[in-house]
């Protein structure tokens, strides 16, 4: 089976750029969740779509969205970067049928912000 | 809210020797809880779940944690470290609505 796949690697933008962020779920899985983890912490939920729509949000300003598509696909969009929002972002997949919630992570996408 | 909080942020020990990694969970129903490695410049690998069938629970690369209600603790263990197992380990519980609650995860270091 194919796992989950994100795209860039790595990304250098300036404060105030936009920027795009890609991932591939899992084969069989339905539902993508997305994780900042800055230097040293651990990851924090941004937050979670299933069929297409936001299923839960962490605490995250709006300018941090995001889409999902109906290959299960998913992208993180964010606005007006700040300095702070250099992290690693860590998107996940994993099957909404399953009792416990088992979610397979990608590589991530170092973002670095100038 | 859900709330995970791993004891030190560095473990050392030597090759062949014990590993412990501590994790206490802040709810009072006992979620589903999970432990990740991360390799440098890696994203996170699932090392095992616990998910209320048994309390000891089996993982890969030689890893098991135990989970206690009483102490609401899971910690993980692997009887004798292998250099390769030098890497972040992070606790992780489930926070409602499919998402993960973090620890700040636990480097550990392994001297030959």
């Known amino acids: 089976e194919t796992g989950v796949t994100q795209s860039p690697t790595h990304l250098i933008k300036t404060r105030g750029q936009q920027v795009t962020l890609r991932c591939s779920s899992q084969?069989?899985?339905?539902?993508v969740s997305w994780y900042q983890q800055a230097l040293g912490q651990g990851p924090q939920f941004i937050f979670q779509?299933?069929?297409?729509?936001?299923?839960g949000r962490g605490n995250f300003p709006p300018r941090f969205s995001g889409l999902q598509f109906p290959n299960y696909s998913s992208e993180l969009n964010v606005n007006a970067l700040e300095l702070d929002d250099s992290a690693l972002y860590l998107c996940?997949?994993?099957?909404?049928?399953?009792?416990?919630?088992?979610?397979?992570f990608g590589p991530g996408t170092r973002l670095t912000v100038l | 809210a859900q709330s995970v909080t791993q004891l030190g942020s560095h473990v050392s020990v030597s090759e062949g020797a014990l590993v412990l990694l501590r994790c206490n969970y802040s709810?009072?129903?006992?979620?589903?809880l999970f432990w990740y490695v991360q390799y440098p410049n890696q994203g996170l690998q699932l090392l095992l779940k616990?998910?209320?069938?048994?309390?000891l629970v089996k993982g890969i690369n030689g890893f098991e944690a135990e989970f206690k209600k009483s102490e609401t603790s899971f910690h993980l263990t692997k009887p004798s470290a292998h250099m390769s197992d030098a890497a972040e380990y992070f606790c992780?519980?489930?926070?409602?609505?499919?998402?993960?609650?973090f620890g700040t995860g636990t480097r550990l270091l392994v001297s030959p």
């Open positions: 996940a997949s994993s099957n909404s049928a399953s009792s416990y919630n088992e979610q397979v």
């Open positions: 084969s069989g899985h339905n539902t």
């Open positions: 779509y299933y069929r297409e729509e936001e299923n």
């Open positions: 709810s009072s129903v006992p979620p589903y």
């Open positions: 616990y998910t209320s069938a048994a309390t």
């Open positions: 992780a519980a489930e926070g409602g609505f499919q998402k993960l609650v």
